[in-house]
């Protein structure tokens, strides 16, 4: 019979090598789903940019990063609008930079067509996480889209619904003076005949105060970004 000392030391082994085989299968999969992480929103910047996947030709990984790869410029700019040298989004630390902020340049032959932003802030349940993106001329609407949430489906969750996203396309944030007034969710229809109507998207039925946190945390986040776009926009008109 082996030892009580023997018994001992083959358990202390085998906890070991499966303590550390276990440590390796932890962090593959922390990994895998790190990389599965950034590759969604990267989806999301591209559908917010107006790149369209589809269910019969999905976008596979390397597409996504193909497309990033060759479409987009990723650039950070400060509190001013000036755009920070040799410093890229994955460079910002969330706890330190608070002046500054990633912007994502959809580039065609050289040609701008488009600017997306992250959004993010509350909801009805908690914290929405998405892209808004910009047309060239830095005050029209080019598209949002939504990667995190908890809102109700069929509710607030509808959010993340072609119909709803769709509304934002071709809406101005600014007036007609360039002042800042953001994008508005409303109860019902937009009455297409009002002044206001530019700036005015139809609303989700049943979700008041996820539509009111959508209308707050979007414009609080273009305020951040107007002193950039504004140059574009006086450059555009000029």
């Known amino acids: 019979m082996h030892s009580n000392r023997y018994t001992l030391l083959f358990t202390a082994i085998v ?48 597409d996504v990063e193909s497309i990033f790869q060759n479409s987009i410029v990723s650039f950070v700019v400060d509190n001013s609008g000036s755009i920070v040298a040799n410093k890229l989004p994955q460079d910002i630390d969330p706890n330190a930079d608070f ?10 032959n050289n ?3 488009g600017y997306s932003i992250p959004i993010s802030g509350k ?13 060239a001329d830095g005050a029209t609407a080019k598209g949002i889209t939504f990667y995190a949430h908890i809102e109700t489906p069929g509710l607030g969750g509808e959010v993340d619904k072609p119909w709803f996203q769709n509304n934002f396309v071709g ?27 530019y700036h ?8 008041t105060m996820t539509s009111r946190g ?13 002193p950039f776009f504004s140059k574009i926009r006086s450059k555009w008109s000029g």
């Open 214 to 226: 959508l209308n707050q945390f979007l414009l609080k986040d273009l305020k951040f970004y107007d």
């Open 99 to 108: 002046d500054l902020y990633p912007i994502y340049k959809r580039v065609s």
């Open 15 to 62: 906890t070991i090598v499966l303590a550390f085989m276990l440590s390796i299968v932890d962090s593959s999969l922390k990994e895998k789903y790190e990389s599965n992480v950034e590759v969604d929103i990267k989806k999301n910047i591209l559908r917010s940019l107006g790149f369209r996947s589809s269910d019969d030709l999905p976008w596979t990984n390397e």
């Open 111 to 113: 040609v701008t067509e």
């Open 123 to 135: 909801g009805l349940w908690g914290t929405m996480y998405g892209y808004f993106s910009i047309e």
């Open 171 to 197: 809406k101005r944030f600014v007036d007609e003076n360039g002042n800042l007034v953001g994008i508005q969710t409303v109860k019902g229809k937009v009455d297409e005949t009002s002044e206001d109507a």
């Open 200 to 207: 005015l998207v139809d609303g989700i039925s049943g979700a």
